[in-house]
């Protein structure tokens, strides 16, 4: 989805990667099949939560309390 069209970067006014952009399309992608907003910044919001999960599981940081 969003890797697919080549003006996606530029209408945030950022450049990602295209490793990232294929994350990216990947969540919009579960989001769009779970009935959930589309927003960057719902895309955003689970990319940082789902890796901060996942360093708590691995020991890598202590959740703050």
Same mark, same amino acid.
């Given at each position: 989805m969003a890797q697919d069209?080549?003006?996606a970067p530029k #209408?945030?006014?950022i450049r990602l990667h295209p490793d990232v952009m294929e994350m990216v399309?990947?969540? #919009?992608q579960f989001? #769009?099949?779970?009935? #959930?907003p589309l927003t960057l910044s719902s895309i955003v919001e689970d990319a940082v939560?789902?890796?901060y999960a996942r360093l708590?599981?691995?020991g890598a940081? @202590?959740? @703050?309390?």
């Open positions: 069209h080549p003006d #209408q945030f006014g399309s990947k969540i #919009q989001r #769009q099949r779970t009935n #959930q939560e789902w890796y708590l599981e691995e940081i @202590e959740e @703050e309390k």
